[in-house]
């Protein structure tokens, strides 16, 4: 094979081991989350700062895309870092995966609640409950990633462990992303 084409079958096939690898390492999470055996080691955590660190590992495909990108606010809260930072980084590629160029990404933390807003196509009302449902995606037509529809529901029973309530709801010209600050009653 020539050198031009080795290259481009070998960067196919790592592009694909990537992928493979990121599918298992979520199923493993997902068996961990629902067999019920995970131990919170909790901490304070400054949703700022954790916000901050999740959009480094983007800011390539955020300049990219010419994504306005913005966090506002901060708020501590006790709870489990390795967790918490997966449903930040969930929500932001999320968000960054659904944001067209030169679209807007606005984070807003208070003392009451995580927001993550993305400008873009909304998810079909219909679907919206179903988007925290392992294996489902909120329309085909919206997605431009190769998710295995795993990351929200991931989310979501992190969430659930950690007592938060959470949702996403259509706005305006977009769709937010949320979950409060203040633990339920479950």
Do not use: C
Not at 14 to 35: N, P, V, Y
Not at 79 to 95: E, P, S
Not at 104 to 110: A, F, L, N, Q, V
Not at 158 to 182: C, E, P, Q
């Amino acid at each position: 094979v020539h050198n031009e084409k080795r290259k481009y079958y070998a960067s196919k096939i790592q592009d694909k081991a990537i992928f493979m690898d990121g599918i298992i390492k979520e199923m493993l999470e997902l068996s961990r989350l629902e067999t019920g055996n995970v131990k919170l080691n909790k901490e304070e955590l400054s949703l700022n700062e954790l916000s901050h660190s999740v959009y480094n590992r983007y800011i390539e495909v955020i300049n990219e895309k010419n994504i306005h990108f913005s966090i506002e606010g901060d708020s501590i809260i006790l709870g489990d870092r390795n967790l918490i930072l997966k449903v930040i980084d969930n929500f932001i590629i999320n968000a960054v995966s659904f944001t067209p160029e030169n679209g807007r990404i606005e984070i807003e933390i208070s003392d009451k609640v995580y927001g993550i807003y993305n400008s873009g196509s909304h998810i079909p009302e219909e679907k919206i409950d179903d988007i925290w449902t392992a294996y489902t995606k909120g329309d085909g037509s919206r997605s431009i990633s190769q998710g295995t529809g795993l990351g929200l529901y991931i989310a979501g029973e992190i969430l659930k462990l950690h007592k938060l309530v959470y949702g996403a709801r259509n706005t305006g010209d977009g769709v937010r992303f949320w979950f409060s600050l203040k633990r339920s009653a479950k």
